[in-house]
């Protein structure tokens, strides 16, 4: 199947109340990983790339390339959208050009009306091609490829000027922290989400800052219209705890131990198994 636009999955998870995982890929490990799971528990999903890992990647039209091969290769026939996660406007325009599915500007920074502009724009050209645009209002908390965001929460009124101008998705802040929630986290506001979902209706909204999130306040979050859930930390964190125990264990010395195959098939079986475990809790699970 080939790369599909984020819209028609994450409208079918809105009303039926689930709400699509978006994984971060930082390599051919991690993808291969993703995919597989999402095959096997018959779930859509949302490969996120950010402008860093695709830098890692060597550039996004590698990490396009690939993906569409895997895609291919592995038989993969639930839906896989391609996402630039966090992006600027020139990344944005970049991703468009190597062949991504969907992608995110970022314009939160952006004093409102140059949000409004630079994202206005950017919905002429993704309809256009057919891809699916995610807007953000409200910096999500935490730091994520060195941009710090101090984790505010979004003015309705300014997710419903954006909401407007006809993105595909919205992610609002609402408290939610990028990385590791820190103990002395007060929660999500379910107070902002509510009022950004009356004033935006029907627009999916996106939940940054997936890792940690207590289940409860994940099920009540898609109650309100969250309908994507971005993880990655929590991916990282899997991959390399089993990493490290692999190299601890010193089974890296024994027999073929030294084929880097080897080597990270406990990292990847440990990702594995954090997206299930996420995908679970999403309610995804089926539904592609
Ligand atoms: P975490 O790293 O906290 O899981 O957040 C991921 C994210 O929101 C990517 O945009």
């Not at 999916?204 to 800052?209: A, R, W």
Request: aromatic share 6%.
């Amino acid at each position: 199947m080939a790369l599909v636009s984020a819209k028609e999955m994450l409208e079918k998870a809105r009303d039926g109340k689930y709400a699509v995982g978006q994984f971060n890929i930082n390599n051919l490990e991690w993808t291969k990983s993703i995919l597989q799971t999402a095959q096997e528990l018959n779930a859509p999903v949302i490969l996120g790339v950010s402008e860093g890992a695709g830098k890692y990647m060597t550039g996004f039209k590698t990490v396009a390339d690939m993906v569409k091969a895997m895609i291919e290769e592995l038989k993969i026939t639930v839906p896989v959208a391609l996402h630039l996660d966090h992006g600027t406007y020139d990344g944005c325009y970049k991703c468009i050009k190597a062949g991504f599915s969907s992608i995110m500007f970022d314009g939160s920074h952006l004093p409102i009306e140059e949000n409004i502009a630079k994202t206005k724009e950017l919905v002429a050209v993704t309809k256009q091609l057919g891809m699916s645009l995610e807007a953000e209002v409200g910096a999500i908390g935490g730091e994520e490829d060195g941009v710090v965001g101090k984790g505010e929460c979004a003015d309705p009124d300014e997710c419903k000027k954006i909401a407007d101008l006809g993105v595909t998705m919205l992610a609002a802040g609402i408290g939610n922290i990028h990385g590791k929630y820190p103990a002395n986290w007060e929660g999500l506001s379910f107070e902002t989400l509510a009022a950004v979902k009356a004033k935006v209706g029907d627009m999916p909204l996106v939940l940054h800052g997936g890792t940690g999130i207590p289940t409860d306040m994940i099920k009540k979050a898609i109650s309100l219209g969250v309908a994507k859930i971005n993880v990655n930390t929590e991916c990282q964190l899997a991959f390399q705890a089993a990493t490290r125990k692999y190299i601890e264990a010193g089974k890296d010395l024994q027999g073929k131990g030294f084929d880097p195959r080897k080597l990270l098939a406990d990292g990847c079986a440990a990702i594995k198994e954090t997206v299930k475990e996420k995908m679970e809790i999403f309610g995804c699970i089926g539904k592609a």
